[in-house]
């Protein structure tokens, strides 16, 4: 069972634009969201992460957009750069409970 | 801060031989440590979850006796592939959760990369 869903799967952007990956999720239990970042042949990398008592939390060119009534979560990537080319993980996990449970990905392209 | 190794970094082997993967949590304790398994292009499948002196949880349909774990201590913890098969070819990778840390953060290792021959 996905309980996370994530997309889209691919995503394509030319460098300065903007790349938007939307995450859904089931469980109303769930309390902490990270993005993890993933290049090929490495471990993700954890990106930036949101409580569901904010509905925005911004890093550098990286937001996170948070809707709880929606049961939705967005990564926003502002003037993406071809080194942002990666996959990238949406996840969502329980308070007192280690079980993180991870979207499908989405491979992000980024052309110069 | 919050650095995980994992060790080797690729290994090819023999089918029917056995491999251990380590899984470091560099500078910090880690109260729990998971194990992942991805496929080309997927996302990751938690395989089991341990802590430190008791025996790993496993997800359902990951054979326990094939996938052993060991967590000996606060920063390491071992996952071994017992009669690996082509099959069992895969990126294996870690994680730890900090455990100072209030929410349930996860730092990843930088994977394992398996070739069974």
């Known amino acids: 069972q996905q309980q996370v869903k994530q997309s889209p799967q691919s995503l394509i952007v030319q460098k300065g634009g903007i790349s938007i990956i939307n995450c859904a999720y089931e469980?109303?239990?769930?309390?902490?969201f990270p993005w993890y970042q993933q290049f090929p042949g490495k471990g993700p990398a954890l990106l930036i992460a949101?409580?569901?008592?904010?509905s925005e939390k911004k890093e550098g060119r990286f937001t996170i957009s948070f809707n709880k009534s929606a049961k939705q979560f967005s990564l926003h990537i502002m003037d993406s750069q071809p080194g942002d080319s990666a996959t990238y993980f949406c996840?969502?996990?329980?308070?007192?409970?280690?079980?993180?449970?991870f979207g499908a990905g989405t491979r992000l392209t980024v052309k110069p | 801060g919050a650095v995980v190794s994992q060790h080797p970094s690729r290994v090819i082997c023999k089918s029917g031989t056995s491999v251990k993967i380590e899984c470091r949590s560099l500078?910090?304790?880690?109260?729990?440590m998971f194990w992942y398994r991805q496929f080309p292009k997927q996302s990751l499948m938690l395989m089991a979850t341990?802590?430190?002196?008791?025996?790993?949880?496993?997800e359902q349909g990951v054979e326990k006796d094939k996938f052993l774990i060991n967590h000996a201590s606060l920063t390491l913890s071992t996952l071994t592939v017992t009669s690996a098969h082509p099959e069992d070819s895969s990126f294996y990778i870690c994680?730890?959760?900090?455990?100072?840390?209030?929410?349930?953060?996860?730092?990843f290792g930088p994977g394992t990369r398996l070739t069974v021959l």
């Open positions: 994680s730890a959760d900090h455990r100072d840390s209030s929410y349930n953060e996860q730092f």
């Open positions: 469980n109303t239990a769930f309390d902490y």
């Open positions: 949101i409580r569901p008592d904010v």
């Open positions: 996840a969502a996990s329980i308070p007192n409970n280690n079980d993180m449970r």
């Open positions: 500078d910090f304790q880690a109260t729990t």
């Open positions: 341990s802590n430190e002196g008791s025996k790993a949880t496993y």
